[in-house]
């Protein structure tokens, strides 16, 4: 016995104090001590403290047998049990030692699976209440009558008639309650079997996980209990094990078990609709292994991480302290799913499996991951070491497979980045969707051909990694970077975005302003930016990069800074580069022979602005406008504004004859293009006033 309490103790819990390794019945039957155990009777011994606070233990019926190390005072009998009494000589609860070879083999026979409580130690110690006991009565009732010998029969009968002596009105409360679908908060850890799959809700997402282990727990202002979880998962490079905690705070009275935040699956009303839907979600989950350019299912609900850090103050159920925090937000568009790179960002939110050695048996590997004592889920074909996931480049050749449960405990999410809001998500699987690349946007790019032409080749040839002129250090210039310049509005950052579709490569935006203006912030962030568009094989676009690109001078130091920072990272930089400008001619030097391809983008021409607005009226449904194309075009093309304005022009306009219950046509076009002039006109005035000061 090991409990020395000061003062009665939280709601009783399960343990066990193990021996020196698993007990087989080769090594009970050599044990020097043939009479141990055998005779079939109880010893009731209890624990007391003095007055001097010292512990002991005495017989109930007699007198002091001696102290709490008196392990084999009483070897000879089936069970000791032990009526714990704390410091106030209050009654605790009770400690069962199970001496009887032929109970322990039951239960090594029986009891294939319960974490927490081995049953296959030489010295077996249970805690009140007697949890597998309780859970496995049924199993060793069959086991008496279909496999036990008479002997074996008795101790069962014995230890049957000490658990119903510690649990027969908790047992009856509990059939009755349960048959009504209820539950009271002190029966709880009877509803959850170690093994079996329990049910529960994260953001709103349905969830599956191996129940652990159950424990009560007490916290500051109240009791709870607390179990402990696996559920399948994906590092970046292979599915393990994980464990995860939930908790069922103390409530009043009776409770419907489905409206507990956690349940056994078995109590679902819809169970079987439950399992299908996640086992298809679950082997979703297994195919987004590795990186992935997918699409956010519209605007849907993601988890973004904070930067915010868990301290021991938050929610446990938020996360491991010294974690990020997530909060739900909006996210829509392109996103890459890529576990492994979230958790190389983010480390302190990488995935921790039960144990991260071992490798699989693959062809590759040659090796199987030895078990542990809680991978011994018979249903269950993961190892607690986990298994690569398929990475013919490391050489793990096979397909990974998992077993139904396994499949059944993958989690609702995956880890990944949206290129939208650049932020560090964790994406709801059923949102998460093929993306739809326009791969003939750039045959439609209104720009010079030959321009067209040579954007492609070169983007091609770096596709192809076409290395025969290579720079004299390894390493270096082996980026491929384009300069865009000329007015607003006239296709630069659209060419960016058609070159990523044509190659069907994401394409990761991103604007001076994201960078900041201090060197080493700019260091940092542009660094960071390269590095992970290089693990995804990402087009970059640095939009509006003028700041980075100007003439140094000796009166400017952090401008100076600044650009050789970014001419360093540039040097190192492998993949595409666009960058977008409209004052080319305030550039540093530096940067012309750094620059493979420098296109200019004009005004947009009379037939260039009469073809976007053809384009872009054209989408628009044929039911839901009345145009006279030819003739209104006529009258649109004159109009000398950009393809951005043509863009917004043709959106709102729509949006103008919608609100009137009308079909599009020339009259809502025109009192849009009427907003445009005038503040074309207030913003001239405004320019020659600032001109005029200056």
């Not at 003095?50 to 005495?58: F, K, M, R």
């Not at 579709?501 to 302003?513: A, F, M, N, V, W």
């Amino acid at each position: 016995m090991t409990s020395r309490r000061n003062r009665p103790p939280p709601p009783p819990i399960i343990d066990s104090e193990a021996g020196p390794g698993p007990v087989t019945e080769e090594r009970e039957q050599q044990s020097s001590n043939s009479t141990r155990g055998t005779k079939c009777e109880l010893k009731q011994l209890d624990g007391r403290y003095d007055h001097l606070g010292n512990y002991s233990i005495t017989d109930s019926a007699v007198s002091t047998v001696g102290s709490e190390d008196d392990t084999d005072a009483h070897a000879e009998f089936a069970l000791v049990s032990t009526r714990v009494y704390g410091m106030d000589g209050l009654y605790q609860s009770t400690q069962l030692e199970i001496k009887s070879k032929l109970v322990k083999r039951a239960l090594r026979k029986v009891i294939k699976f319960y974490p927490g409580q081995p049953v296959d130690t030489a010295e077996l110690i249970l805690n009140d209440p007697p949890k597998p006991l309780f859970h496995y009565r049924k199993e060793l009732d069959d086991y008496k009558h279909a496999k036990a010998d008479d002997e074996t029969k008795k101790h069962l009968d014995l230890l049957f008639k000490f658990v119903d002596s510690l649990l027969k009105p908790s047992v009856d409360r509990f059939k009755d309650y349960t048959k009504r679908g209820l539950i009271r908060f002190p029966l709880v850890w009877m509803l959850f079997k170690p093994g079996e799959i329990v049910y529960t809700e994260k953001d709103g997402e349905p969830v599956c996980f191996m129940l652990n282990q159950v424990d009560a727990a007490r916290g500051l202002f109240e009791r709870s209990w607390k179990l402990t979880c696996i559920g399948t998962q994906y590092d970046g490079e292979r599915f393990g094990k994980a464990n995860d905690v939930l908790k069922i705070g103390q409530f009043e009275g009776t409770r419907e078990i489905t409206s507990l935040n956690v349940f056994p699956l078995k109590w679902h009303p819809d169970a079987n609709k439950v399992k299908q839907r996640l086992l298809e979600r679950g082997k979703r989950f297994i195919s987004l292994q590795g990186t992935h350019h997918m699409q956010y299912k519209e605007a849907g609900m993601a988890h973004v991480l904070t930067g915010k850090t868990k301290n021991s103050y938050d929610s446990e159920d938020e996360g491991m302290e010294g974690e990020q925090l997530f909060q739900s937000s909006l996210v829509t568009g392109r996103i890459m799913v890529d576990c492994k790179t979230f958790g190389r960002i983010n480390s302190g939110n990488r995935i921790r499996f039960q144990s991260n050695a071992g490798a699989c048996g693959c062809s590759s590997c040659r090796l199987q991951a030895s078990p542990s004592a809680d991978s011994q889920d018979p249903e269950s074909n993961l190892p607690a070491r986990g298994v690569p996931a398929s990475d013919p480049a490391k050489g793990h050749d096979h397909e990974v497979v998992l077993s139904d449960k396994d499949t059944l405990l993958c989690p609702p999410f995956v880890l990944g980045f949206s290129l939208q809001s650049k932020k560090w998500c964790r994406f709801s699987i059923d949102r998460v969707q093929d993306v739809h690349l326009n791969t003939k946007a750039f045959d439609q790019l209104l720009i010079n051909e030959n321009h067209k032409q040579l954007v492609l080749a070169m983007v091609e040839s770096h596709v192809e990694n076409d290395d025969s002129i290579d720079d004299i250090i390894q390493g270096k210039g082996k980026s491929l970077i384009m300069l865009l310049h000329g007015a607003p509005g006239v296709g630069k950052t659209l060419t960016a975005e058609s070159i990523a579709d044509h190659t069907e490569r994401p394409l990761y935006t991103i604007s001076s302003g994201e960078l900041g203006t201090h060197p080493t912030q700019v260091e940092e962030h542009l660094t960071h930016v390269l590095d992970i568009a290089t693990q995804w094989k990402a087009v970059v676009l640095l939009d509006e990069a003028d700041v980075f690109l100007q003439q140094r001078n000796e009166s400017d130091i952090n401008r100076n800074a600044l650009v050789s920072v970014f001419l360093r990272i540039l040097e190192y930089f492998e993949g595409i580069l666009f960058l977008t400008s409209n004052r080319v001619e305030s550039f540093d030097l530096a940067f012309k022979s750094r620059i493979h391809v420098a296109l200019h983008y004009p005004e947009l021409t009379l037939a260039v602005r009469r073809q976007l607005w053809k384009d872009f009226l054209l989408r628009m449904p044929e039911e839901q406008r009345h145009l006279d194309l030819d003739r209104d075009l006529d009258t649109l093309q004159i109009e000398v504004i950009n393809g951005r304005q043509i863009k917004n022009a043709c959106k709102t306009a729509a949006a103008l004859a919608r609100k009137r219950g009308e079909k599009l046509q020339i009259k809502h076009l025109e009192t849009t293009l009427s907003t445009i002039r005038e503040f074309e006109k207030d913003f001239a005035k405004g320019s020659n006033l600032v001109n005029g000061c200056t």
